[in-house]
């Protein structure tokens, strides 16, 4: 099983700034299989990048994915205030498996 | 547009059992894999199950493996989940997912609303 493992735990930043969220894999994910989702407290999930780094329909150019192997970076490059939310990074490349979540606040 | 429709959740005594049920619609639901993923309280995403497009291929996270089922209705555009012998800690919401394109190898694009399972005496 591949583990993820998102860093940090807890990302304060304030509106209009970038935000750095992180995800390293336990072994390397196969063909970059690696998606971003963001949560809000009473919703499902929301697909935001999938391949690591295609934006899903519909998603704002401020979110990029990048990365490879087992290293992943979700960016979000002008922080509005509905992007304050929990982000999950997810492999599909050899079974399934979901990071911890990283929670971005607002500073 | 794209519709998945939850439906079985409710409060269960452990040992005993619960379906789950998931109503698609606004796809071609007959050539999509589907997928169960549930959240424990306050707690991140944990990926339960997958079945192929035709049924015929099923594969499940160790937690649940050989008491949950995965199944389909392409009659129906439906997919369930019947979760047997359940314990205090399949306490989650619980919800099905579709894979964008239908593919195994996607991420997953639409979501239930989720349902609601307490396992609780």
């Known amino acids: 099983e591949i583990v993820l493992t998102q860093s940090p735990g807890t990302l304060s930043v304030s509106p209009g700034e970038r935000a750095t969220l992180s995800c390293r894999a336990s072994?390397?994910?196969?063909?970059?299989?690696l998606a971003w989702y963001q949560q809000k407290p009473g919703q499902a999930p929301r697909l935001l990048i999938s391949g690591a780094s295609s934006r899903a329909t519909g998603i704002p150019d401020r979110f990029s994915g990048s990365g490879s192997g087992t290293d992943f970076t979700l960016t979000i490059s002008r922080l509005e205030p509905e992007d304050f939310a929990v982000y999950y990074c997810q492999q599909y490349g050899a079974s399934y498996s979901f990071g911890q979540g990283t929670k971005l606040e607002i500073k | 547009q794209v519709q998945l429709v939850q439906s079985g959740g409710g409060v269960v005594q452990p040992g005993r059992s619960l379906r789950l049920s998931c109503a698609a619609s606004g796809f071609s639901f007959s050539t999509y894999a589907m997928h169960w993923v549930r959240q424990a309280p306050g707690k991140g995403l944990e990926w339960l199950s997958l079945i192929s497009y035709d049924g015929i291929n099923k594969y499940y996270a160790d937690s649940v493996r050989g008491r949950f089922t995965i199944s389909r209705d392409n009659s129906r555009n439906t997919v369930h989940l019947q979760m047997n012998t359940l314990r205090a800690e399949d306490t989650a919401v619980y919800y099905c997912?579709?894979?964008?394109?239908?593919?195994?190898?996607?991420?997953?694009?639409?979501w239930g609303q989720g349902a609601l399972v307490t396992v609780s005496s």
């Open positions: 997912a579709s894979p964008a394109g239908g593919s195994y190898y996607s991420g997953f694009d639409y």
């Open positions: 072994q390397s994910v196969r063909s970059n299989y």
